[in-house]
């Protein structure tokens, strides 16, 4: 497999206004919403790995989860932070590398819609062990990640459901995978895989 070449996140952040980015979406992805009202989840300590904008953060603080906001880029974290507070939400917005992370919490909800398809491929099984460790037994990790049918030359990763399963398998069940899209700014919408996966 062909090693991608990705931005510099932080530079990134500094240069660019975050609604042109192709990840930004303002609302709650219909994916993440949908397995919300799937798995009965409204409350409870939720953490998103990769916020980047914050407006994934933002719309589950907003349903009533306690909310930890994570990036690599402390300037995407800064401008998040900032926005929630003129929403009057109070979210936990921190610098943090979820391959050599800082957080000693346990969370009932993790949601990356962005951060697993851009590991390099050595590092996935650290991810999954991180992960798993910081999830409460039997909770969940909702993963958006590129899907093997997209096409463009550019971006992330793409991953079969088979792939996810297989990589997931040591610490997951797969509950469920679907082929979905990424709703952000691209057009057309990449095709993406939305993946419920519980902590055995």
Same mark, same amino acid.
């Given at each position: 497999m062909a090693a991608r070449n990705f931005p510099n996140w932080e530079a990134l952040? #500094?240069?660019?206004?975050?609604?042109? +980015?192709?990840?930004?979406?303002?609302?709650? $992805?219909?994916?993440v919403?949908?397995?919300?009202?799937?798995? $009965?989840?409204s409350t409870g300590e939720a953490l998103d790995l990769g916020t980047g904008p914050g407006t994934q953060? +933002?719309?589950?603080?907003?349903? @009533?989860?306690?909310v930890t906001a994570t990036d690599l880029s402390a300037t995407a974290i800064r401008q998040a932070?900032?926005?929630?507070t003129e929403q009057g939400l109070s979210i936990s917005f921190r610098q943090d590398d979820i391959l050599n992370s800082h957080l000693d919490q346990?969370? $009932?909800?993790?949601? $990356?819609? @962005?951060?697993?398809h851009v590991l390099p491929p050595d590092s996935r099984s650290i991810y999954v062990q991180t992960v798993a460790n910081l999830l409460k037994p039997k909770r969940y990790l909702l993963l958006k990640c590129f899907s093997q049918q997209e096409t463009r030359e550019a971006g992330p990763y793409r991953f079969t459901?088979?792939?996810?399963? #297989?990589?997931?398998?040591e610490r997951f069940q797969l509950r469920s995978v679907e082929q979905t899209v990424?709703? @952000?700014?691209l057009d057309p919408l990449p095709k993406a895989l939305f993946c419920i996966l519980e902590k055995q």
């Amino acid at each position: 497999m062909a090693a991608r070449n990705f931005p510099n996140w932080e530079a990134l952040y #500094q240069e660019k206004p975050v609604e042109t +980015m192709a990840w930004f979406h303002p609302s709650l $992805d219909a994916d993440v919403e949908h397995a919300l009202l799937t798995l $009965d989840l409204s409350t409870g300590e939720a953490l998103d790995l990769g916020t980047g904008p914050g407006t994934q953060a +933002m719309a589950l603080a907003e349903r @009533g989860f306690r909310v930890t906001a994570t990036d690599l880029s402390a300037t995407a974290i800064r401008q998040a932070a900032a926005k929630a507070t003129e929403q009057g939400l109070s979210i936990s917005f921190r610098q943090d590398d979820i391959l050599n992370s800082h957080l000693d919490q346990s969370f $009932d909800l993790i949601l $990356d819609r @962005g951060c697993f398809h851009v590991l390099p491929p050595d590092s996935r099984s650290i991810y999954v062990q991180t992960v798993a460790n910081l999830l409460k037994p039997k909770r969940y990790l909702l993963l958006k990640c590129f899907s093997q049918q997209e096409t463009r030359e550019a971006g992330p990763y793409r991953f079969t459901p088979e792939e996810i399963q #297989q990589i997931f398998s040591e610490r997951f069940q797969l509950r469920s995978v679907e082929q979905t899209v990424y709703q @952000g700014t691209l057009d057309p919408l990449p095709k993406a895989l939305f993946c419920i996966l519980e902590k055995q």
